[in-house]
């Protein structure tokens, strides 16, 4: 009677994940390779949307994950002004680059990002659809401060 659970439910994680997944300990859970080949199958693209404020690193991290130089970046004065995407085919991962949200006036620059990111996502498919939303903050930052907080409402 307990294995009812338990095949009851490597059933259904089998059922969704094909043989990437096993509950016996002889192939020891989540085989990865097979799971990526599925996600990949799936999904094919990943959309990575980044916000934060102006020169925490957004697009530094951008170059950093394409391993080249493809996001312009600057220190001080906002670089990026409007929604930006960086596309790389290879490892399936789409990014998007946002506006600064700076500490005055960050209500308005939300909005407008917000508005520009509907815009542009109007002509997507729904496979192209944002999947990860990721909040850069600065390091040194001990604090989230309320123009993040505000970014949570959208």
Not at 64 to 82: D, M, N, W, Y
Not at 140 to 152: C, D, N, W
Request: aromatic share 8%.
């Amino acid at each position: 009677m307990e294995h009812d659970g338990y095949n009851k439910l490597n059933g259904i994680l089998r059922g969704f994940l094909g043989d990437s997944f096993t509950l016996d300990g002889k192939e020891g859970g989540l085989n990865m390779s097979k799971m990526l080949e599925f996600i990949k199958k799936e999904k094919p693209k990943m959309n990575i949307l980044l916000m934060g404020a102006t020169g925490v690193g957004k697009s530094s991290l951008i170059n950093a994950l394409f391993r080249e130089e493809i996001a312009k970046t600057g220190v001080g004065k906002p670089i990026t002004q409007h929604l930006e995407k960086y596309i790389d085919e290879k490892k399936g991962l789409i990014l998007w680059d946002t506006k600064g949200i700076e500490a005055k006036d960050y209500h308005d620059t939300v909005q407008s990002v917000q508005k520009e990111m509907e815009e542009s996502f109007e002509k997507l498919d729904e496979k192209e659809a944002i999947d990860v939303a990721y909040l850069c903050v600065k390091e040194t930052s001990g604090r989230v401060e309320e123009r993040e907080r505000a970014i949570k409402l959208y």
